[in-house]
């Protein structure tokens, strides 16, 4: 299987950015890590090892990006306006630079599918919903989708838009609509006994208050937030 680490300096975030891919064909996936993760989470957590038969065959191909998580939501040493400017930096770079950096090395860029556990759930997700072009389907798992309460109680126009539960019951823009009615398969996947799946259920019901099909897969109480439920919960996806 073939495997490619690259990094290179963001002109975007003044900073160098690695990442990691893995196979060499069949359609592309973004991958976004947990909370504060490293481009290299999936491979040291067992998601790659867990998706190898698909790799090899050359089913699919998995681009693993690195987080600026600690720099944006979690950097509790900078103020919360400059913490959402720096997440949306971070949106930039993906749509500037690394979705560029994957349409290079893969030319099935039209069926692109966004995943992430946990908090990069919620990534993929947001990013899917404020890009419904770039992206044929979105898994997200674990994912908590109102990120109001994480930046001390501020608030303004760029965490609204940030936020799906705030923006997405809003949203009458029939450009947006078109592509996450007609164009995006949606999927949020959770354990039934962590909190985060009442995030799921409350966005399930949003996106079926605007008419946009998605699918909900909730496991059994007896699921839970470790790598080796997630590992089982993206065998099922990527396929």
């Keep these: 299987?073939?495997?490619?680490?690259?990094?290179?300096?963001?002109?975007?975030?003044?900073?160098?950015?690695?990442?990691?891919?893995?196979?060499?064909?069949?359609?592309?996936?973004?991958?976004?890590?947990?909370?504060?993760?490293?481009?290299?989470?999936?491979?040291?957590?067992?998601?790659?090892?867990?998706?190898?038969?698909?790799?090899?065959?050359?089913?699919?191909?998995?681009?693993c990006v690195d987080s600026l998580d600690a720099e944006s939501?979690?950097?509790?040493?900078?103020?919360?306006?400059?913490?959402?400017?720096?997440?949306?930096?971070?949106?930039?770079?993906?749509?500037?630079?690394?979705?560029?950096?994957?349409?290079?090395?893969?030319?099935?860029?039209h069926s692109l599918t966004v995943n992430g556990c946990g908090f990069g759930g919620y990534h993929a997700v947001n990013f899917s919903f404020r890009h419904p072009e770039m992206v044929k389907r979105v898994v997200g798992i674990g994912?908590?989708?109102?990120?109001?309460?994480?930046?001390?109680?501020?608030?303004?126009?760029?965490?609204?838009?940030?936020s799906p539960f705030h923006f997405l019951p809003e949203l009458n823009d029939e450009w947006y609509l078109f592509y996450l009615r007609n164009y995006m398969e949606i999927w949020l996947a959770d354990g039934e006994k962590e909190e985060s799946a009442a995030s799921a259920l409350g966005l399930s019901a949003i996106l079926t208050e605007k008419q946009i099909p998605h699918g909900?897969?909730?496991?059994?109480?007896?699921?839970?937030?470790?790598?080796?439920?997630?590992r089982r919960m993206i065998q099922k996806f990527v396929v």
């Design 143 to 162: 994912g908590t989708y109102d990120i109001s309460g994480r930046l001390d109680g501020f608030y303004d126009p760029s965490v609204y838009f940030n």
């Design 216 to 230: 909900l897969d909730l496991w059994g109480p007896e699921t839970g937030h470790d790598w080796a439920d997630r």
């Design 73 to 109: 939501w979690c950097n509790a040493d900078i103020a919360p306006a400059r913490r959402i400017q720096r997440h949306e930096e971070f949106e930039a770079y993906i749509v500037k630079e690394f979705i560029p950096f994957i349409r290079k090395r893969n030319r099935s860029t």
């Design 1 to 63: 299987m073939n495997r490619e680490y690259t990094r290179w300096y963001s002109p975007i975030l003044k900073r160098d950015m690695e990442a990691l891919v893995f196979g060499q064909g069949g359609y592309p996936i973004l991958a976004f890590p947990d909370v504060q993760g490293r481009f290299f989470q999936y491979e040291d957590c067992g998601i790659i090892a867990a998706l190898l038969p698909g790799l090899e065959e050359g089913r699919f191909q998995i681009f």
